[in-house]
């Protein structure tokens, strides 16, 4: 998030070297030293990406100029000093402690070849050399990427930190340059060709639900190892990108004084500007449409440079022998651009077959359409009439009177919005209003692109002062406008009725001009207006302008509080409104203004010195003359604010792209901060100035995917599919089988078995969310034979140790899991398990087809005794209660194991017993506790000496099921003891 100038080098993660074109990363085939993977060439030097270091060779710019100007472009017979050489510096910025990379992957590989054919080595010879728009390595430190771009003509590289990697592995050095310091956040690197800064860095993470959340990042510096500090931690479960930002600004080179009135760019990210020249100076280009100054008082200047804003491409005049001025430019994809101006000159230049090619008043509107290298006209025209046009007298800030804007549309047919005062100011036959309705009108017209026929025109205005300022066309043609009014005419609208002195409007015509479809004022009982308006991805309609006091801020809508501009959004037909809010601090003036397809809204306004406006952490600057700032998506929140060196513009448009980078024209007399290797950074009094700043606002994508399936079944198979995209997506599915279906979730008929390859391509239709595609294996098989069975014996009973022996026999499944009584086993088909704890258990098998999603479950169950029988069992014959503490119960015992209590193993057991003359002596009970004869004779005297009989039965617990008691008697000793 940080926004940094676009430079012509800028190192970090980050490095920016400006070229015409993107930059090509050359394979090394064998034609470079071995140790470079990958070259890039550019403006001012080359780029060595290697295992562990980035290896920069950068030129002096003055000398590289010097040895241009030598080499091209003089007439024969001129004399030039022969450059004794070009200052360079090579410098390289290792990756301390990295690896080799695991691997490197490309992308965006370019149409075309490069063939090496140089000396008489034929080993460093090469072709078919590919070149690719990214480079990644990949695992440079475990779990960390770099990934190696272009942006803006700018090599970028990012560090792609997977889930839990340590981010503190990543220690830059930069080895060879003269000096390395930080200053306000900035990285700045001294070399002997020049100081370069790099920008705070810019980290972010991609939430679950494809939010995107900035995450608060610093550099640190120690010893000359670079590293990035996180201030308040991130989240180290997803990934992270770690992602510099770059800036440009420069002068227009010019020895004359010039006022700053314009810019624009172009899909390359070239910079053009707009500019009133007061003489001779300018520095135009050979073979540009005009280089002379025309005469007069000014002259419109026109410049294109490129992305970096180090390099003219072109510069002309265009203008006569009087005044002329430009209001607004616009370029098509073929970078021609489009001028809007005003002109007192009667020999201001037009094209052949133009519209009107005469001037019609005092001042009248000129229309330049010039070809991309700005050697042609393609079309110019005057456009007016009798009166006072192109100027705007209704609003007072300074070079507010040069209000308007040109656009265009996909058949390069231009757009105007403007004010006049001129009663017969040229209409089509059809225009929804054909007489002029007060002192000044606004006027709204179309011309086509050789400025040789009117589209259409007409007024907009009451009884009292109008003014129009600007302009867009919607997708059907139709035309929304905004201005300032008066007294304006008739709305049905949101706000239908005028509410205060001045109130801005918003009015959408039909796309030939003929009818008024919808319209709305906006404002309070004070002053207000709209400078400027755009429409959304959504069809939503958005104004910015000044505020009169007591403009409404809707409620959970970010606001600067005490501001004096505002931005309203309403809807299509503009009866409702969305919300409203005001920004920008106490006083700015709106200059540029854009809302992108996710609705974020991009502002700004010059003489900002002392409004208070707020800025975000990562200000470029936090104070100066322009300030820019960012809403969320909603206007939910303050994304972005900076201020930025400057005081003012004379009047026109400046603009934002479609990805928010603002091109920002400046009227300067000292002091504007421009960038390393820009084009002019020394003016000689007043100039236009120009800076481009990357707000680079992440966008997310749709972040779609497709589940792989294995379908089972008999064809023909119905296998339905399903897209995340959302509502607002645009999908196209390749089933793999020849079918295709653009539905949502649609679902296709397989009709035979095999292996399909899926693909779904989504598109957001508002343009917000970046397309993505997705990709998925379709598998249809015929189910083959299932089953679940396994060998398993039972254990026999009354073990107190029991071994499993198992072996899987069933067929066709995927898994198995078996479920002991202990642990569980997965996708084993044969075991053995022992067990010693008494107890009942089960093992479990469960098998899986997940193929056919077939499932069987078998349980068997075993159990481990605690009551083991340990041998046979035998009654004593003699028994003696004498208290010795040695046989004093009469009880059975083990044959072997004498020393075990048979009782523990005995489920039942019964024994009486009874003296020689039949009577009975003791009988046991019921209870265990019950069972032995302690010699007592009926339970009071002790037995006498003698023989005695008994009868026993009893029944063991390991008795294999068999309920049969077994039975014993015989004849018992008993000898009491002696004192």
Not at 229 to 251: H, M, N, Q, S
Not at 567 to 588: E, H, K, M, Q, R
Not at 782 to 790: G, I, L, N, R, Y
Not at 842 to 860: G, H, K, R
Request: charge should be negative; hydrophobic fraction near 35%.
């Amino acid at each position: 998030m940080i926004r940094a100038i676009l430079t012509t080098l800028l190192l970090s993660t980050g490095v920016a070297f400006g070229q015409k074109a993107n930059l090509d990363y050359i394979e090394n085939q064998g034609q470079f030293p071995d140790q470079v993977n990958y070259k890039a060439s550019t403006s001012y030097g080359s780029i060595y990406l290697e295992d562990h270091c980035f290896t920069f060779v950068v030129h002096n710019m003055e000398d590289l100029h010097h040895y241009h100007d030598h080499t091209i472009g003089h007439e024969e017979d001129e004399q030039h000093e022969e450059p004794e050489f070009i200052r360079s510096h090579a410098f390289k910025t290792h990756f301390l402690g990295s690896n080799e990379p695991t691997s490197i992957a490309q992308s965006d590989q370019r149409i075309g070849f490069y063939n090496y054919f140089i000396g008489n080595d034929p080993s460093k010879w090469a072709s078919n050399v590919r070149r690719f728009g990214t480079v990644t390595q990949n695992n440079i430190y475990e779990g960390i990427d770099v990934r190696v771009y272009s942006q803006e003509k700018n090599m970028k590289y990012d560090f792609v930190v997977h889930p839990k990697a340590d981010v503190s592995k990543i220690q830059l050095q930069h080895e060879g340059v003269d000096n390395v310091l930080l200053k306000d956040g900035n990285l700045v690197l001294q070399t002997s060709v020049y100081e370069l800064i790099e920008n705070k860095p810019y980290a972010y993470q991609v939430m679950k639900n494809g939010d995107v959340k900035e995450v608060s990042c610093e550099f640190t510096l120690k010893d000359g190892v670079v590293s990035f500090l996180f201030p308040e931690g991130y989240d180290e479960k997803r990934e992270l990108i770690i992602d510099p930002v770059l800036v440009a600004a420069t002068l227009s080179g010019s020895s004359s004084t010039n006022y700053g009135h314009s810019a624009t760019y172009d899909i390359d990210g070239n910079i053009y500007t707009g500019a009133r020249s007061f003489g001779t100076g300018y520095p135009t280009t050979t073979g540009a449409f005009q280089t002379a100054f025309g005469g007069g008082g000014t002259d419109i200047a026109i410049s294109k440079l490129n992305p970096d804003g180090s390099n003219l491409i072109y510069a002309t005049y265009l203008g006569g022998s009087l005044t002329d001025y430009p209001h607004s430019l616009v370029t098509n994809d073929n970078g021609e651009v489009w001028m809007l101006g005003s002109s007192a000159s009667s020999d201001f230049p037009t094209s052949a077959g133009a519209y009107q090619t005469t001037m019609a008043g005092g001042q009248d509107h000129v229309l330049v359409h010039l070809s991309s290298d700005g050697s042609t006209m393609i079309g110019g025209t005057y456009f007016g009439g009798a009166g006072n046009d192109a100027s705007n007298f209704l609003t007072n800030n300074y070079g507010d009177n040069y209000r308007g804007e040109i656009v265009i549309d996909d058949q390069d047919n231009c757009y105007v919005a403007s004010s006049t005062e001129s009663f017969d100011f040229p209409l089509s036959p059809n225009a929804y209003q054909n007489t002029i309705g007060g002192g000044q009108d606004a006027v709204f017209f179309s011309l086509n692109a050789d400025m040789s026929t009117l589209n259409w025109s007409t007024y907009l205005g009451g009884a009292g002062e109008d003014a129009g300022f600007g302009l867009r066309v919607d997708d059907n043609g139709d035309i929304y406008t905004c201005g300032a009014s008066t007294n304006f005419i008739p709305l049905t609208g949101y706000m239908a009725a005028s509410q205060g002195a001045t109130d801005a409007y918003i009015v959408k015509l039909s796309n030939d001009g003929s009818s008024l479809l919808n319209g709305t004022y906006w404002g309070t009982a004070d002053d207000d207006n709209a400078f400027f308006i755009d429409l959304s991805g959504t069809g939503s309609v958005f104004i910015y302008g000044e505020a009169g006091v007591g403009m409404p801020v809707t409620p959970g809508i970010y606001t600067d509080a005490g501001s004096g501009q505002y931005i309203a959004s309403f809807t299509n037909d503009l009866s409702t409104l969305n919300y409203s809010t005001l920004i920008g601090g106490s006083s700015i003036v709106p200059i540029a203004f854009m809302v992108d397809n996710c609705e974020r809204i991009y502002f700004s306004g010059h003489s900002a010195s002392s409004t208070g406006a707020p800025v975000t952490p990562d200000a470029i600057q936090t104070t100066g003359g322009f300030y820019v700032g960012v809403l969320e998506q909603g206007a939910t929140g303050l994304y972005y604010g900076t201020y930025y060196g400057g005081n003012h513009v004379d009047g026109g448009t400046s603009r934002f792209d479609p990805s928010g980078i603002v091109y920002q024209g400046v009227c300067v007399a000292s002091g504007f901060n421009t960038t390393p290797g820009a084009w002019a950074s020394n003016q000689s009094g007043w100039d236009i100035g120009v800076f481009k700043i990357d707000f680079e606002v992440p966008n997310s994508s749709l972040n779609i995917s497709v589940d792989d399936v294995v379908a089972c079944g008999e064809p023909p198979f119905d296998v339905p599919f399903s897209s995340s995209a959302g509502a607002n997506a645009n999908n196209f599915w390749d089933f793999g089988d020849g079918n295709t279906s653009t539905l949502d979730n649609p679902t296709n008929q397989y009709q035979s078995t095999g292996t399909y390859n899926v693909t779904l391509i989504s598109e957001d239709s508002t343009g917000c969310l970046a397309s993505d595609t997705a990709y998925a294996t379709i598998e249809i098989i015929e189910p083959e034979p299932f089953s679940a069975s396994w060998n398993f014996t039972p254990p026999p009973p009354c073990s107190n140790v029991v071994t499993l022996d198992v072996d899987f026999t069933g067929s066709g499944t995927d898994s198995l899991v078996w479920i002991l009584p202990d642990t569980t086993l997965l996708n084993v088909t044969d075991f053995q398990a022992t067990y010693t704890v008494p107890g009942e258990y089960n093992v479990t098998l469960i098998a899986y087809d997940f193929d056919c999603s077939y499932t069987d479950t078998i349980t068997q169950s075993f159990s481990v005794s605690e009551h083991v029988s340990l041998g046979n069992i035998v009654m004593p014959n003699v028994f003696t209660p004498n208290n010795d503490g040695l046989n004093e119960v009469y009880k059975p015992r083990y044959e072997i194991n004498a020393a075990q209590d048979p009782f523990e193993s005995l489920e039942y057991y019964h024994i009486v017993i009874v003296n020689r003359w039949g009577e009975k002596v003791f009988e046991s009970g019921e209870f265990q506790t019950e069972w032995g004869w302690d010699g007592l004779a009926n339970n009071t005297d002790l037995a006498e000496d003698g023989t005695y009989f008994y009868k026993a039965e009893y029944r063991q617990f390991c008795n294999s099921g068999d309920e049969t008691l077994q039975e014993k008697h015989g004849f018992i000793h008993v000898f009491q003891a002696e004192d």
